[in-house]
Nanobody, 115 residues
Framework: QVQFVESGGGLVQPGGSLSLPCAASVVLDTVYNMGWYRQAPGKQREWVASYHSGSVPIYTESVKGRFTISGDNAKKVVYLQMSSLQPDDTAVYYC?????????WGQGTQVTVSS
């Protein structure tokens, strides 16, 4: 079930920056983890970054130093700040959060990096 509302996608030139916000819709359970995934056309969805309250955010190797995840588990919001974007970053980006019993996904937003 789609539980998040996300936005901020679009077309950006290589080397550019983009910010993705995502907010929970109807999920009221306690959130233990929030993060971002992405899926390129014809490819499997891959994990990008995770935000754990009280812990250091973690990232997949390909985005380290370029992407920053932030959020508030209590408010059920998560953000992804992307910089130095590359064509390989082109994908549909999905926000995600985890409760004790379920995983919830945003509807996805398209990010296209091209000149």
């Amino acid at each position: 079930q789609v539980q998040f509302v996300e936005s901020g996608g679009g077309l950006v030139q290589p080397g550019g920056s983009l910010s993705l916000p995502c907010a929970a819709s109807v999920v009221l359970d306690t959130v233990y983890n929030m993060g971002w995934y992405r899926q390129a056309p014809g490819k499997q969805r891959e994990w990008v970054a995770s935000y754990h309250s009280g812990s250091v955010p973690i990232y997949t190797e390909s985005v380290k130093g370029r992407f920053t995840i932030s959020g508030d588990n209590a408010k059920k919001v998560v953000y992804l700040q992307m910089s130095s974007l590359q064509p390989d970053d082109t994908a549909v980006y999905y926000c995600h959060f985890q409760t004790a019993n379920e995983h919830y996904w945003g509807q996805g937003t398209q990010v296209t990096v091209s000149s």
